[in-house]
C-alpha cells in the first residue's frame, strides 16, 4: 500500500481543482505537503495564480459591462436626437 503521494502526482492534483480526494488521498496529499518543501511552495503559487486570474476575468467582465453600458447610452441618446 501506498503511503504518500509522489511529487509528480502532488502537481497534477494541485493544479485540479475539481479533483475530489478519498479520505486517504487527503492524508497522503497533507503528509507529502508536511514534509516537501517544493510541493508546499508549489501549492501555494498554483493557489495564487488561480486568484489573481479569476479576479482578473471578474474585473474584465464588470469592466466590459460598463463599456456595454455606456454604449447602450450613447446609442440611445444619437437616436433620441435624431428622431
Do not use: P
Not at 26 to 51: D, P, T
Not at 66 to 71: H, P, Q, R
Amino acid at each position: 500500500m501506498k503511503f504518500m503521494f509522489n511529487c509528480k502526482e502532488m502537481s497534477e492534483i494541485c493544479c485540479d481543482e475539481d479533483r475530489k480526494l478519498s479520505i486517504a488521498q487527503k492524508m497522503m496529499y497533507w503528509m507529502h505537503i508536511g514534509m516537501c518543501k517544493a510541493c508546499a511552495v508549489y501549492k501555494k503559487q498554483v493557489e495564487f495564480m488561480s486568484k489573481v486570474m479569476k479576479k482578473t476575468i471578474l474585473e474584465r467582465s464588470v469592466a466590459d459591462e460598463e463599456k456595454v453600458s455606456k454604449l447602450e447610452k450613447e446609442i440611445i441618446e444619437k437616436i433620441s436626437k435624431g428622431a
